[in-house]
């Protein structure tokens, strides 16, 4: 006779809803429907127009899609959602209910649907992908430290999170897990045509703390190598800053920027022209992009800042340089050659391997917290 399925609920950004976590929190959805009795409640409306950057916060790879199995019910500044949202899942009787944390904006619903959940005997576990935000503030930490309060466990991705955590709540139950490799990703078809000996690829939401600025200065030490870069994503200001920037060190011939949320396909593109992704952070607690490179067997370049290293074997699956150096990035890249970065392709196989969703939804409920204190090592 079977074990019975634990009863879940999951609330967070799910497809067609754009983004990082939006991703993650799908391929949760859709791992844990496969393991347990699962309610999962996402959003009717994620941000107000006015108050999001971007041109829109829905994936143009899915208009008109809903995911199977989800509940669209959470309008971020309508509390009754909120109430009807509690609701639903509290006659659902889940033993436990996840939930994402990655930004302020949602303090007061979640702080409202936490506390309800726990005041019911329900185990709320928290998934931090930013305990802190990139840009932080007093009130933010206040009012973060408020909502997590309310939860029994977290999990994180990386040991910068975990730390960050325990200085908010010293006593807070957490575990570790490497991000997971994205699988749902399409295939590249290889339409996009080379344009140099070594194409570089910036990918994702353009924001100061990603150290775009100091790839560009970089790129003036290497105007006269055989490389390309390309620019992946939609600035979050200061766009015209850096195309004037291109223009003036002349370089507008060494650089490609693409300002837009491009749809799967042309990720997948993109990154199977790319010979190396690179991640020159400023600060940083983990990042998508990196298994979103592993997933196509792309090496790296990330700093040595927040948990960006837990996951780069250095000369194996990528290259660790000091963070703010645009002259250890002119160095890594020069010694760089495509038979090196093709060598590098068995290591990120097996990094591939390792690291599943599986894993993670194992992690989450408490069945393995071997990864608690350890970084995920890859032999060979």
């Given at each position: 006779?079977?074990?019975q399925?634990?009863r879940?609920?999951?609330i967070?950004?799910?497809l067609?809803?754009r983004?990082?976590?939006?991703?993650?929190t799908?391929?949760?959805?859709?791992?844990?429907?496969?393991?347990?009795?699962?309610?999962?409640?996402s959003?009717?409306?994620?941000?107000?127009?006015?108050?999001?950057p971007g041109?829109?916060?829905r994936?143009?790879s899915?208009?008109?899609?809903?995911?199977?199995?989800?509940?669209?019910?959470?309008d971020?500044?309508?509390?009754?959602?909120?109430?009807?949202?509690a609701?639903?899942?509290?006659?659902?009787?889940?033993d436990m209910?996840?939930?994402?944390?990655?930004?302020?904006?949602?303090?007061?619903?979640?702080?409202?649907l936490?506390?309800?959940?726990?005041?019911?005997?329900?185990e709320?576990?928290f998934?931090?992908?930013?305990?802190?935000?990139?840009?932080?503030a007093?009130?933010?930490?206040?009012?973060?430290?408020?909502?997590?309060?309310?939860g029994?466990?977290?999990?994180?991705?990386?040991?910068?999170?975990?730390?960050?955590?325990?200085?908010l709540l010293?006593?807070?139950?957490?575990?570790?897990?490497?991000?997971?490799i994205y699988?749902?990703f399409?295939?590249?078809?290889?339409v996009?045509?080379?344009?140099?000996?070594?194409?570089?690829l910036?990918?994702?939401?353009?924001?100061?703390y990603k150290?775009?600025?100091?790839l560009?200065?970089?790129?003036?030490?290497?105007?006269?190598?055989?490389?390309?870069?390309?620019?992946?994503?939609?600035?979050?200001?200061?766009?015209?800053?850096?195309r004037r920037?291109?223009v003036?060190?002349?370089?507008?011939?060494k650089?490609e920027?693409?300002?837009?949320?491009?749809?799967?396909q042309?990720v997948a593109?993109?990154?199977?022209?790319?010979?190396?992704?690179?991640?020159?952070?400023?600060?940083?607690t983990g990042?998508?992009?990196?298994?979103?490179?592993?997933?196509?067997?792309?090496?790296?370049?990330?700093t040595?800042v927040?948990?960006?290293?837990d996951?780069?074997?250095?000369?194996?699956?990528?290259?660790?340089?000091?963070?703010?150096?645009p002259?250890s990035?002119?160095?890594?890249?020069k010694?760089i050659?495509?038979?090196?970065?093709?060598?590098?392709r068995?290591?990120?196989?097996?990094?591939?391997?390792?690291?599943g969703?599986?894993?993670?939804?194992?992690?989450?409920?408490?069945?393995?917290?071997?990864?608690?204190?350890?970084?995920?090592e890859?032999?060979?």
């Amino acid at each position: 006779m079977s074990a019975q399925k634990k009863r879940l609920a999951l609330i967070g950004p799910i497809l067609p809803f754009r983004g990082g976590i939006s991703q993650h929190t799908t391929m949760l959805h859709r791992t844990l429907k496969q393991q347990a009795d699962l309610l999962t409640i996402s959003f009717s409306r994620q941000y107000p127009a006015w108050l999001y950057p971007g041109e829109s916060d829905r994936d143009p790879s899915y208009e008109g899609y809903t995911e199977s199995g989800v509940n669209y019910i959470i309008d971020s500044i309508n509390p009754l959602t909120w109430y009807r949202a509690a609701k639903i899942c509290l006659e659902h009787r889940p033993d436990m209910v996840i939930i994402p944390w990655w930004t302020v904006f949602w303090a007061p619903c979640f702080w409202y649907l936490a506390r309800k959940f726990r005041k019911a005997g329900i185990e709320v576990v928290f998934f931090c992908h930013n305990v802190v935000e990139h840009e932080s503030a007093a009130w933010k930490t206040f009012l973060t430290r408020k909502v997590l309060k309310e939860g029994m466990r977290f999990v994180v991705h990386t040991r910068e999170d975990k730390s960050n955590l325990l200085a908010l709540l010293p006593y807070a139950d957490v575990t570790i897990f490497p991000h997971p490799i994205y699988e749902q990703f399409p295939e590249p078809r290889g339409v996009l045509k080379r344009r140099a000996g070594l194409e570089l690829l910036f990918f994702g939401f353009v924001r100061p703390y990603k150290g775009l600025d100091i790839l560009i200065d970089a790129m003036r030490d290497l105007h006269d190598q055989d490389i390309y870069l390309t620019i992946a994503g939609e600035f979050w200001g200061g766009e015209e800053e850096t195309r004037r920037e291109i223009v003036q060190s002349g370089l507008k011939d060494k650089i490609e920027i693409r300002s837009e949320y491009l749809p799967e396909q042309e990720v997948a593109e993109l990154f199977h022209r790319a010979d190396i992704v690179v991640l020159p952070y400023r600060t940083a607690t983990g990042s998508g992009i990196v298994p979103l490179a592993y997933h196509y067997i792309k090496p790296v370049i990330v700093t040595q800042v927040g948990g960006l290293p837990d996951v780069v074997i250095n000369g194996k699956t990528g290259f660790i340089i000091p963070p703010c150096s645009p002259e250890s990035l002119v160095k890594i890249i020069k010694m760089i050659s495509i038979e090196n970065l093709l060598g590098m392709r068995s290591s990120i196989s097996e990094f591939k391997e390792k690291m599943g969703w599986d894993g993670l939804v194992k992690n989450i409920l408490g069945e393995d917290k071997m990864l608690n204190n350890e970084k995920v090592e890859i032999s060979g």
